[in-house]
């Protein structure tokens, strides 16, 4: 035993030795906005196609602290008038404490970003469990000189923000960005913001958002997930769902002020507030959500509503109700088949416009400082279009691909039901996406209107119930398929970057850290990186490729698996 220890304990530590050596070696600078950050490769997390999200959070952060800091101010004042009215001397000056939480901070680049970027922060607390990343915080906070800005803080993030929910010690933002799913972190979060501040949550774990699993959902956010053509705008609203949840039980709920789905992740920013009285409105801000397995409809179903209750001296008084159910027969109206049922999901407003045209206004002063400025720019200008009021969307190309037919131009699509007095938009969550107030009966009307100048190939019909009974129907609307020149919206006539092709070779969630990873599971993520452009160039290549041009818009409504 003896003679082996002498003899591998040298070799262990010329082993360790030169792994330090090659980390030291690694370690190599990145510059994003303002803030140049040193890390050693896979030791501590670094995701460069996030800079879209830092920047979106950054330019978020800079508007809301600016309406926060005036309301601040605002009530001091009012207080200070009480204090002078009642005799007694206010504080002189007005010191506005903005302290932002980055929970989960791996390199502490957008802590640094934040310090350096955001006008009005007085402290930040950079956080993380990984020892070694909070070493790398440290470095680069001092490389940095944030020193004054920035504290760092080593534990699970949980505990740190159990230690701020009294009201004293809360901060005016925090911001969740892990890897995967973010519930586990939501209960601590949702008690440690202060009143009308911001929570700004990521969550990378689309496939299981998106409706490949419906059991692990609803295990990791109270919902089933669905798959289905909106799966993307379904994702963003079961994690406001899943906040919200959190939110109420501890008599507050969520404003949401930005939700964004991008890439392989979505993003949410959300104002929490207090009042038992107000999470009394949730179940009329949640809905279930019936999905026809036939032909994909789907149809909202609240969970609470309001009814008129007027009395003498309230005559606009409204109680809350239980809506009546369920919102569909048996069977699907347009196709005849049966239903999958899931949820709940947010169905309320995702975004508060009025912030969203400032923030747009913010971004496009300061183009300069952000480096995907332009994709900020274009988002928000596709979210600024959206219908608020409406729920999910179709997409255009799935729409007539159900009932085999040649796919009708978006912008005749589109005129057709502004010709027949209803609203429609895109989402910014798929290129293809038509978000409308249109009875679903009128969409499939003029499908079935084009069909008679497109007609199917009646041996597609043979085998396909669904399409044979859609088709089958009498249409029940006047179709008019003129174009007109107002279904063309801004967003798009202006050329915006609305939606773009994978930034670099190797995106999507990035893997953990390596001290965290197997290397097992290191080489499946290196292998899969990528794995739909090379079996899209594969097809591309390949002779049986046809309507390639039409599959490359695709590429930005997939579902990257973590
Ligand atoms: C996706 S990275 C964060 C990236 C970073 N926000 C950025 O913008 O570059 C997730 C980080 O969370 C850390 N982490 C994981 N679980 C944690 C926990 N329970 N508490 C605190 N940090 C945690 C990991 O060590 C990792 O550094
Ligand atoms: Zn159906």
Known sequence: MKSYSVRLIPVCLKKIMKMNASVIAEKKSIIEGQAEIRVSSQKVFYNPVQEFNRDLSIAVLSVFLDDFKKSFIEKAQKKAKRLTAEGIEPEKTIEVPITILEALSATGLRSIRYAKEVPN????????????????????IVYNGVENFIDTNHDDACMLMYKHKFHSKRFTAIDLDPYGCPSIFLDSAVQSVQDGGLLLVTATD??????????????KYGAVSLKTR??????????????EHHANRYSRF?????SISADFYIRVFVKIH???FHCKKTTSKLSMVYQCVGCDNLTLQPLGAFKANPTEKNPGQIKSCLPLVPPVGEFCVHCN??????????????????FVNRLLNHVEENSHKFGTAKRIIGVLSMVQEELQDVPLYYIVDKLFGRVHLETMPMLQLRSAILNAGYQVSFSHASKLSIKTNAPAQLIWDIIRTWEKTHPIKQNKLETDEAAKYILSQEIKNNIDLTERADANP??????ALRFQFNPTPYWGPGSRASINVSEGKMHKAAKNQNKKRKKQEKREHSPQSDNVERKKQHVSDKITVE
């Open 254 to 258: 969520i404003e949401p002020i930005l």
């Open 274 to 276: 207090s009042g038992a």
């Open 490 to 495: 801004n967003s798009r006539r202006n050329g």
């Open 121 to 140: 922060v007085t402290k930040i607390i950079a956080n993380d469990l990984s020892e070694q990343a909070v070493e790398t915080i440290k470095e680069n």
């Open 230 to 243: 909106s799966c993307h705008e379904m994702a963003l609203r079961i994690l406001l769902q899943c906040i």
């Open 337 to 354: 088949h049966r239903h999958h049922l899931g949820g709940p999901i947010w169905s309320a407003p995702i975004h508060n416009i009025e």
């Open 206 to 219: 689309m496939a299981v958002l998106a409706g490949n699993s419906p059991e692990t959902c609803y295990c």
